[in-house]
């Protein structure tokens, strides 16, 4: 495995543990020319998927691509990093499960949104506003309205992330 920080392949295994619900092997490891130290994730992979985005454009479904785009929407948001793990775990199998090797980027896109809706009011703000591209503050008006009726507890959620969200495979 190659060193992020410095390049080198000259890297060695420290310690390898199993996830909680052992579907994953977390590895940390050191670089033996810098000191850097990283960790990697190995998991089982079903089938290889290919995204199809909008535009029909076609790329290699990248399980990374998704947590990184589903921890922007959460960040600063006090969400246990484990349950955001097992949330993208969870998106993962459910896509494999359709048994498609092509999905829409659309599909990944209304899963997360699934997803995040059931996990953090805000985060799930911050990504449909990103997701479905809301040009229009009514529109806002209309999902926060949403929100407000299936949660009475938590006051309205933060303005949503805007320009600087990711969306999904997208
Ligand atoms: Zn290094």
């Not at 992020?4 to 619900?21: L, M």
């Not at 805000?122 to 990504?127: I, K, L, M, Q």
Request: charged share 35%; aromatic share 6%.
């Amino acid at each position: 495995m190659r060193c992020p920080y410095c390049g080198s392949t000259n890297t060695q295994v420290k310690d390898s543990r199993p996830s909680e619900d052992h579907t994953t092997i977390r590895r940390r490891r050191i670089c033996a020319d810098c000191g850097g130290r990283f960790t990697t994730f190995e998991r089982v992979q079903l089938r290889e998927m290919t995204v199809i985005k909008r535009s029909g454009r076609r790329t290699q479904f990248d399980r990374d691509k998704l947590m990184r785009s589903v921890q922007i929407a959460l960040r600063k948001r006090p969400v246990d990093p484990e349950r955001i793990e097992r949330m993208v775990s969870g998106i993962v199998r459910r896509l494999e499960n359709m048994g498609e090797n092509d999905i829409k980027s659309e599909t990944i896109g209304r899963l997360v949104m699934e997803a995040l809706k059931a996990l953090d009011d805000v985060a799930y703000v911050r990504f449909a506003s990103v997701y479905k591209n809301f040009r229009e503050a009514k529109d806002f008006e209309a999902l926060l309205g949403e929100l407000a009726a299936t949660d009475d507890e938590d006051a309205p959620p933060a303005k949503p992330a805007g320009k600087t969200a990711a969306s999904a495979e997208d």
